[in-house]
């Protein structure tokens, strides 16, 4: 009430040990259905996370995006800052496999064919790995722990295995060792692109 610029909502977050950028969508959300008499949407809601000018009260509009800029783990700046490591990951994969002549086709070009869900990368050659069958790599632009992997193994890899056959996850930043469990199975992981592929009838795929 006294000041309108001091961070009320990022300290109560502090306070009770919670995402700054959550606390800023519960107290949006009660704001507007309050507001509004009925409950926003999630788009509207996710839009004015995105732009806090959009919501309709300048007060709670800086609390918010205080918030937002505050939170190291969650929201869309976070959001955005994944998306890029992401992207800028399957750039550096993109370009390893134009470095050793493996073709392939991204996940466009999928989707252009009309596939729905689809890895990163499908070899149209299959490459050998350890005794093992490549048809698809996926990147993942983080730590493979074990709560994240199980969702992306319910989520992606699987519907990849039964639609592509065996893949191979690339793990960027490291991951649990016991997790890469299911290569008899059709599913491998690594923390870098592997120097041992070995293409059809021609060795070793070379740099």
Known sequence: MKDGTAPVLLELANEVDYAPSLMARIILERFLQEREESPPSKSVINSMLRDPSQIPDGVLANQVY?????????????????????????VLLRDLLLERNLSFL??????????????????????ALEGHIIH???SKA????????????HDQFWSYWNRFGPGLV????????ELDCNRERGILLKDC???????????????
């Not at 505050?70 to 869309?76: K, L, Q, S, T, V």
């Open 142 to 153: 983080s730590f493979g722990d074990e709560c994240s992997h199980q969702a992306y193994l």
């Open 193 to 207: 692109f592997p120097t041992d592929l070995v293409t059809l009838g021609q060795g070793i795929a070379q740099p």
């Open 66 to 90: 205080q918030c937002i800029v505050n939170d190291c783990c969650y929201g869309p700046l976070v959001g955005c800052i994944k998306h890029a490591i992401g992207h800028e990951h399957e």
């Open 170 to 177: 690339i793990y960027w930043y490291g991951f649990i060792e």
């Open 136 to 138: 698809w790599i996926e």
């Open 106 to 127: 991204d996940e466009d070009q999928l989707r252009a064919k009309g596939y729905d869900k689809t890895p990163d990368f499908i070899l149209e050659v299959p490459v």
